[in-house]
């Protein structure tokens, strides 16, 4: 398996400004995604972080509102920019550790973001 | 738009009893299946993968695919308290070549263990 953490675990900020949340993984892996869980609710992919190429977005989610990084193979970062209280969610990060499907995907602690 | 269905539940088990989870799925293009444990405030934890079809067994859990009905189970044995939690059902297209595919997950269903 593979080891995940997140900065920060839990913030609390302000409508219309930008967080920027950190992950790292122990090893090198082959793929990183960023999930949403609204409270209450599943998980939904938010986007592939590809390392070296811009991330792979889902249907509903935009490079605008939630630009990501990946500088290398065990750290990204997502940003959920111009926040509102809707984005009010837990934010978690991903890791499957080979490049095929059947791979086995593990996630960070998450981050639990509150707009006010 | 690929769709993941289970029984939120909450679905109740004695203590010691077998706790059977169930999950279906909408896209017959889905090859690879994952079944997750959520503890309240935590972040998913991954027991069992599947993808081939039949049983696959590891300790208590026993996960059960069967590609012709789309479905697939995930049985508990010997159920106890520390099994109570949020289990989520999560698929994913391909077998091989990987591909950027994240997982596309079901709303879960609340298992709760009577002591």
């Known amino acids: 398996s593979a080891v995940i953490s997140q900065k920060p675990s839990r913030d609390i900020c302000q409508r219309g400004t930008s967080l920027t949340i950190q992950c790292q993984v122990d090893s090198q892996v082959t793929m990183m995604f960023w999930y949403r869980q609204q409270p209450g609710q599943s998980l939904t992919l938010i986007a592939t972080?590809?390392?070296?190429?811009?991330?792979?977005?889902e249907s509903g989610f935009v490079i605008d509102k939630f630009p990501i990084s990946r500088p290398n193979l065990t750290f990204s970062t997502l940003t959920v920019s111009n926040m509102s209280p809707e984005d009010s969610s837990i934010y978690l990060c991903s890791a499957r550790l080979g490049a095929w499907a059947y791979n086995e995907q593990f996630f960070g602690p998450g981050t639990r973001l509150t707009v006010l | 738009q690929k769709e993941v269905e289970q029984n939120s539940g909450p679905l109740s088990v004695p203590e010691g009893a077998i706790a059977s989870l169930n999950c279906t799925y909408s896209?017959?293009?889905?090859?690879?299946f994952f079944w997750y444990r959520q503890y309240s405030g935590k972040s998913p934890e991954l027991i069992m993968s599947?993808?081939?079809?039949g049983d696959k067994e590891d300790g208590r859990f026993t996960a059960q695919l069967n590609k012709a009905s789309q479905y697939v189970s995930l049985l508990i044995r010997d159920s106890q308290p520390s099994d109570s939690a949020t289990y989520l059902c999560a698929v994913i297209d391909g077998y091989s070549g990987g591909g950027a595919d994240g997982l596309t997950f079901g709303k879960g269903t609340h298992l709760i263990i009577q002591p």
């Open positions: 972080a590809n390392q070296g190429s811009e991330a792979t977005y």
């Open positions: 599947i993808y081939s079809n």
């Open positions: 896209d017959r293009v889905s090859q690879s």
